[in-house]
Each structure stands twice: as structure tokens, then as C-alpha cells.
Nanobody, 123 residues
Framework: QVQLVESGGGLVQAGGSLRLSCAAS????????MGWFRQAPGKEREFVAA????????YYADSVEGRFTISRDNAKNTGYLQMNSLRPEDTAVYYC????????????????WGQGTQVTVSS
């Protein structure tokens, strides 16, 4: 069993930055691929970024490429999503996800999910 807890969300002005954290417990974090997804009101949950167990493979959605950076610290059992140059369209609930399988950009590729953290970007 894996528990994931996100933190770091909040309200920020357009152009600002936030760093989300995802703390994992229950199993060795280094055995888990990790992803970030987001869901805006009335929309489907969509892929944002993903990182492999070792951090050697990283993927981004086109909409965040160059602005967001995913990373992980296996020694601290924590993953991160650094979000810069935020836009109002980035407003959503952000979820971290993890799985023992290979890294994926699909929701179906993740079995474990956090409860989400709200990110609101004002114009």
C-alpha cells in the first residue's frame, strides 16, 4: 500500500511560481514511477508531467513544457513539481500519482493517487 500526500498549492498571480510536493509513504519511494495530473472544473483529469523511478526519464505535457519541472528526491521519499510562469489556464486541482510499473503519461498507468491540492492562478 502506498499513501501520497500533496502540498504546496495556493493562490498566485499570473506569472508567479509555486512548488508542489508529493510525500510518499508505505513503500520504498525509489521503486515507484511518479506522475502529476490536474483537473479543472468541468474537464477531464489530464497529464502534466511524469518521472521514472531513477529520474532518468521525464515527460511533460506540451502545455507545460518549458515552464514546469518535475523532480524527485528518493532519499526524502518526495516528488516535486516546480511551476513557473503560471497562467490562469493552469488553475486546477493537481494530483500526484505513483505506480510500481514503468513511468507512464496515462492515468491508467497509475494505481496510487493523492487527494489533490488546489492551484489557482489569478489574471
Amino acid at each position: 500500500q502506498v499513501q501520497l500526500v500533496e502540498s504546496g498549492g495556493g493562490l498566485v498571480q499570473a506569472g508567479g511560481s509555486l512548488r508542489l510536493s508529493c510525500a510518499a509513504s508505505g513503500r520504498t519511494f525509489s521503486t515507484l514511477a511518479m506522475g502529476w495530473f490536474r483537473q479543472a472544473p468541468g474537464k477531464e483529469r489530464e497529464f502534466v508531467a511524469a518521472i521514472s523511478r531513477s529520474g532518468g526519464r521525464i515527460y511533460y505535457a506540451d502545455s507545460v513544457e518549458g515552464r514546469f519541472t518535475i523532480s524527485r528526491d528518493n532519499a526524502k521519499n518526495t516528488g516535486y513539481l516546480q511551476m513557473n510562469s503560471l497562467r490562469p489556464e493552469d488553475t486546477a486541482v493537481y494530483y500526484c500519482a505513483a505506480d510500481f510499473r514503468a513511468v507512464s503519461i496515462r492515468r491508467e498507468g497509475y494505481h496510487y493517487w493523492g487527494q489533490g491540492t488546489q492551484v489557482t492562478v489569478s489574471s
